[in-house]
């Protein structure tokens, strides 16, 4: 009861204040739903930018610190999925900065009632502190903690948990032949499903194909009708990153060994998309010697500096007997082509031998590039 009448006093605020109803969903949606015309649609609309790569650019400018910018992300993202409570979240923290006392309280609110709990960032979110001395906003961070009261305080403990994985074997599979190992690691956001469009489209008849599923669910502070998992606890908490992320590795590292002893392989390589190709990088280099490559779509290498616990600088000097092939779009808009060039750097003066490959493209696997990446597996 106290949410909804949080949303009742946030909707008469915006009136004062001109903003329009369409802006905050707050319009009628009978009316809105009424007069849509069945035949006057554009198919082409329902395949637009996949909200996943909008996501994650909004983030990185947001860490950028271009508040401005991220808002009109983060705005873009709440239209198309008005119940995300993460993303009002980030507007929150945006006007904040920005010095919008009026519309960060707002926010804020909008984020509590779409399942944002993570009352920790909240405390310590700096934004917020710069506008603390505001008495309504200071009001409603008041009214905000209080629900915390109501949800309870999330701890966090190591549990032990089956996962899912799929399996693409070979035309033709035969138990006695020997076959190339590829584990596919998708990207934040995404499911086990990452390679089933290039398996459908894949004459495969020397590789075995394995797809995990990331073990935390990407957006726990919101809704999804899809599937949606991420390979970091997203959670805004380094001493919990620093907790959970060897265990990734390490559960990456079981997928690859529990198929080895299943199947006769005489080859392994890691595949890894975004987020994914984050993980290859971390997963091969500390454990070079299980595998014989990893490929690197649209990813960056692990910053030693900021993650240590993740990937060391003296990891990556020592673990050089690892071939890398690196591949990134020229437009990626998620994650910069700069990355790929500075991993290619960064390896060949450690002495890794390194390709690094680019096409004109965004932040996906083009089948034709998943193509030439087998073909530099099954050329070494």
Same mark, same amino acid.
């Given at each position: 009861?106290?949410?909804?009448? /949080?949303?009742?006093?946030?909707?008469?605020? /915006?009136?004062?204040?001109?903003?329009? +109803?369409?802006?905050?969903?707050?319009?009628?949606?009978?009316?809105?739903?009424?007069?849509?015309?069945? !035949?006057?649609?554009?198919?082409?609309?329902?395949?637009?930018?996949?909200?996943?790569?909008?996501?994650?650019?909004?983030?990185?400018?947001?860490?950028?610190?271009?508040?401005?910018?991220?808002?009109? !992300?983060?705005? !873009?993202?709440?239209?198309?999925?008005?119940?995300?409570?993460?993303?009002?979240?980030?507007? +929150?923290?945006?006007? +904040?900065?920005?010095?919008?006392?009026?519309? +960060?309280?707002?926010?804020?609110?909008?984020?509590?009632?779409?399942? /944002?709990?993570?009352?920790?960032?909240?405390?310590?979110?700096?934004? &917020?502190?710069?506008?603390?001395?505001?008495?309504?906003?200071?009001?409603?961070?008041?009214?905000?903690?209080?629900?915390?009261?109501?949800?309870?305080?999330?701890? *966090?403990?190591?549990?032990?948990?089956?996962?899912?994985?799929?399996?693409?074997?070979?035309?033709?599979?035969?138990?006695?032949?020997?076959?190339?190992?590829?584990?596919?690691?998708?990207?934040?956001?995404?499911?086990?499903?990452?390679?089933?469009?290039?398996?459908?489209?894949?004459?495969?008849? =020397? /590789?075995?194909?394995?797809?995990?599923?990331?073990?935390?669910?990407?957006?726990?502070?919101?809704?999804?009708?899809?599937?949606?998992?991420?390979?970091?606890?997203?959670?805004?908490?380094?001493?919990?990153?620093?907790?959970?992320?060897?265990?990734?590795?390490?559960?990456?590292?079981?997928?690859? @060994?529990?198929?080895?002893?299943?199947?006769?392989?005489?080859?392994?390589?890691?595949?890894?998309?975004?987020?994914?190709?984050?993980?290859?990088?971390?997963?091969?280099?500390? @454990?070079?010697?299980? &595998?014989?490559?990893?490929?690197? &779509?649209?990813?960056?290498?692990?910053?030693?500096?900021? *993650?240590?616990?993740?990937?060391? =600088?003296?990891?990556?000097?020592?673990?050089?007997?690892?071939?890398?092939?690196?591949?990134?779009?020229?437009?990626?808009?998620?994650?910069?082509?700069? !990355?790929?060039?500075?991993?290619?750097?960064?390896?060949?003066?450690?002495? *890794?031998?390194?390709?690094?490959?680019? &096409?004109?493209?965004?932040?996906?696997?083009?089948?034709?590039?998943?193509?030439?990446?087998?073909?530099?597996?099954?050329?070494?």
């Amino acid at each position: 009861m106290q949410l909804k009448l /949080f949303v009742i006093f946030i909707s008469l605020l /915006f009136i004062v204040q001109h903003i329009t +109803a369409q802006q905050l969903h707050l319009e009628n949606p009978e009316m809105k739903i009424l007069s849509i015309n069945p !035949y006057d649609i554009v198919i082409d609309e329902f395949a637009e930018l996949d909200l996943v790569e909008v996501e994650n650019k909004a983030y990185l400018i947001f860490l950028q610190k271009d508040y401005y910018k991220a808002a009109k !992300y983060y705005l !873009y993202l709440t239209r198309h999925n008005s119940e995300n409570g993460k993303h009002y979240f980030r507007l +929150a923290q945006c006007y +904040a900065h920005l010095g919008n006392p009026l519309y +960060a309280a707002n926010f804020l609110v909008f984020a509590v009632n779409f399942g /944002f709990d993570d009352f920790k960032q909240i405390d310590e979110d700096e934004g &917020f502190k710069k506008i603390s001395n505001d008495k309504l906003f200071s009001k409603t961070l008041s009214q905000v903690k209080s629900v915390k009261k109501m949800v309870g305080e999330k701890v *966090y403990i190591e549990a032990k948990k089956i996962m899912e994985s799929r399996v693409f074997l070979p035309e033709s599979f035969d138990q006695a032949k020997g076959y190339k190992l590829v584990v596919c690691l998708h990207g934040r956001g995404g499911n086990n499903k990452f390679v089933t469009q290039q398996m459908q489209n894949l004459e495969n008849k =020397e /590789f075995i194909f394995v797809v995990p599923e990331a073990p935390y669910v990407y957006n726990p502070d919101g809704s999804s009708m899809k599937k949606e998992y991420s390979w970091g606890i997203e959670v805004m908490d380094v001493e919990l990153w620093k907790r959970s992320d060897p265990y990734v590795t390490d559960y990456i590292l079981d997928v690859h @060994n529990h198929f080895k002893e299943k199947y006769n392989i005489t080859e392994s390589y890691l595949i890894g998309f975004s987020q994914g190709a984050g993980m290859a990088y971390c997963t091969g280099i500390k @454990n070079s010697s299980k &595998f014989d490559g990893i490929i690197c &779509f649209g990813g960056a290498l692990i910053n030693t500096e900021k *993650y240590p616990w993740l990937l060391s =600088e003296e990891q990556i000097k020592e673990n050089n007997n690892l071939d890398v092939y690196i591949v990134h779009g020229k437009n990626d808009l998620a994650v910069d082509y700069k !990355y790929a060039q500075k991993a290619k750097k960064k390896l060949k003066k450690y002495g *890794y031998n390194v390709e690094l490959h680019t &096409f004109e493209g965004g932040h996906n696997v083009p089948l034709n590039e998943f193509k030439r990446a087998l073909q530099w597996a099954t050329n070494r």
